[in-house]
């Protein structure tokens, strides 16, 4: 019995380093295929990169001209509102001159007619004293 015990045992040790071989041949295929996949996947990233590059390049190139593009149009629309801001003020000036040219214009017309009433009654009082003195 103790001989089969052996047998037995030499047979599991067998078996298991065979496994333990197995295993280890394994691992080393695994290994040359990740090896592998990972070269090729290297390569795939740098073909990519070098085909996006122009595309990258493109981009930045239209971005530049986009921001350049909404700077001048932010200068444009401050330089409009500067100009609005100025044509206000202007209608401004122009109302104050209107009304202040309408105050004038209404004490000239009052002084007109205060002056023409003077007139009338200095020609008349001069024609009363005129015919008074025939």
């Excluded at 295929?33 to 795939?44: P, T, V």
């Excluded at 017309?109 to 009338?120: M, N, V």
């Amino acid at each position: 019995m103790s001989e089969t015990l052996v047998i037995l045992l030499s047979i599991g040790y067998f078996l298991a380093t065979l496994s333990l071989i197995a295993a280890v041949i394994f691992l080393i295929v695994v290994a040359v295929e990740l090896r592998r996949g990972i070269n090729a996947f290297k390569e795939f990233l740098i073909s990519t990169k070098i085909k996006l590059e122009p595309a990258i390049d493109d981009a930045h190139a239209s971005i530049k001209g986009i921001r350049s593009s909404i700077d001048n149009v932010n200068e444009v629309t401050e330089k409009i509102r500067l100009l609005s801001e100025t044509v206000e003020k202007f209608i401004l000036i122009v109302s104050e001159f209107i009304s202040t040219f309408d105050k004038v214009k209404s004490a000239v017309s009052l002084k007109r007619s205060a002056l023409k009433t003077a007139i009338r009654v200095a020609t008349s009082v001069f024609i009363e004293n005129l015919k008074k003195r025939r």
